[in-house]
């Protein structure tokens, strides 16, 4: 079999490394792929937004499957082209897609569908978005409608913080991106991610993961694209995933599915773990970056016959077959570290030479995804990127896991670059 995949970062080089390692498949061609991923099948120097260009390279690599990593092609509605011109696609459509795309169009599938989430506004003026603020208790959570490159949260502590968000997000902080606002309730409790692959019908769910968006250790500093994630998350028991399966996964599929906009491919549940139950932050269109490097690296079994299934139907009645076949009862602990830029979240140097990775894939446990890496003159790798590589590894426990993956970062040579020091620490502290 002949897969295109579209992306060029982490949680697409963990899906090429794990796809080309199925027996079904031939190739995995990338777009534009990275330095890691071009170990695995050939890149081709399109880039994942490049609506016509991925069409084109389509036509000629002729795929028996597209895989989709990122949103922005799923948002300009890659899948539905590419499903016109007959291909099998895993990935939403541009109206299904709206689920991470618009903030606004979410939380009002959500209360469609009787799914528990924060209470909610939607504006687009200032007036009676901070009418709306003094009716509510800080912390407040403003969010642009759009996407924002994982940037268009603000959790502000007092209302006066609150309402001169709102005039700079309305004025255009995000650009069209916030031209509406979601104001929300602020819910405490863990967060998690769930993961859900899905034809539409059918789901598969695989371990729930934890991410670390913060920048600094104990979960401080400025919020990231994510900083390291493990799997599986202990905050999500067996009662937890019951319920996030059926108060969330089923009505959302099946309410989707009634209103024209069936979901098909990865489904990104971003949960709260409240007193009261698995409520949703967020859906995302798509697999989460770093949890894919974590899922993909820890399952045993293949993926494939699931992402296939997904991407051309039938899977309902089917689910125990492919969990089988994903060997998803055997799924090991993993953690990915993310090493990133010196100065990221904020601004960094591009360029700095890095060393040991080869070192560091040769450890016991360890693979190495490139999240931003170029090749330079010479053939040095160099960075060029915020997050740069995922250090990812497996172990017995996720304690041996996380040991694994640090030794993998110390075999690394790059004083340019810095990582979280504890990565999973939630799971780790009793
Ligand atoms: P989002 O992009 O919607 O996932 O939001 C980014 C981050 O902001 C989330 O991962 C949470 O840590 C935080 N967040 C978003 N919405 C809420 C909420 N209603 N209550 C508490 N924290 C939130
Ligand atoms: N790790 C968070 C995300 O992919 O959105």
Not at 11 to 25: F, Q, T
Not at 149 to 171: N, P, R, W, Y
Request: proline share 6%; with cysteine.
């Amino acid at each position: 079999m002949n897969i295109l995949l579209i992306g060029s970062g982490g949680r697409e080089h963990a899906l090429a490394w794990k796809m080309a390692a199925s027996p079904l498949v031939d190739v995995v061609h990338c777009a534009p792929g990275n330095p890691g991923m071009d170990a695995v099948g050939p890149c081709f120097d399109v880039a994942a937004d490049d609506v016509d260009g991925l069409v084109k390279l389509a036509l000629q690599v002729e795929p028996d499957l597209v895989v989709i990593g990122p949103e922005a092609p799923l948002a300009l509605g890659l899948s539905d082209i590419l499903r016109a011109r007959g291909f099998d696609v895993f990935g939403p459509s541009k109206a299904a897609a709206q689920l991470e795309a618009s903030k606004a169009f979410s939380k009002a599938r959500m209360v469609k569908y009787g799914v528990p989430t924060a209470a909610y506004g939607e504006f687009t003026e200032a007036g009676p978005a901070k009418a709306f603020l003094k009716k509510m208790q800080a912390p407040y959570v403003l969010k642009a409608d759009g996407l924002a490159a994982g940037k268009g949260v603000v959790i502000a502590e007092t209302l006066a913080e609150a309402e001169a968000e709102v005039d700079e997000m309305l004025s255009g902080k995000f650009g069209s991106a916030s031209a509406t606002l979601v104001i929300e309730e602020f819910m405490h409790g863990e967060e998690a991610s769930v993961f859900v692959i899905t034809d539409g019908v059918g789901a598969v769910y695989l371990p729930a993961a934890q991410d670390h968006k913060r920048v600094g250790d104990g979960d401080t500093g400025p919020n990231t694209g994510g900083m390291g994630a493990y799997a599986p998350a202990p905050v999500v028991s067996t009662e937890i995933m019951e319920r996030v399966k059926r108060e969330i996964a089923q009505p959302m599929l099946k309410g989707m599915a009634k209103d024209g906009m069936p979901y098909q491919g990865a489904l990104y549940i971003g949960i709260m773990v409240t007193p009261e139950g698995p409520k949703v932050v967020e859906f995302n269109a798509r697999f989460g970056d770093p949890e894919c490097q974590v899922l993909m690296k820890g399952l045993t079994g293949d993926i494939v016959p699931l992402i296939l299934i997904a991407a051309t139907g039938g899977l309902k009645g089917s689910e125990k077959d492919f969990e089988r076949l994903l060997e998803l009862e055997a799924f090991r602990p993993t953690a990915s570290v993310v090493m990133a830029a010196k100065g990221y979240p904020g601004s960094y140097d591009k360029g700095s030479v890095i060393e040991g990775v080869d070192a560091a894939n040769a450890l016991p446990g360890v693979t190495v995804f490139h999240a931003g890496t170029d090749i330079a003159p010479g053939h040095k790798l160099v960075a060029k990127g915020g997050r740069v590589l995922n250090v990812t590894a497996s172990g017995a426990t996720l304690k041996e896991a996380v040991e694994r993956a640090y030794a993998g970062v110390d075999a690394i040579g790059w004083p340019e670059g810095f990582c979280r020091r504890d990565i999973g620490w939630r799971a780790l502290k009793d």
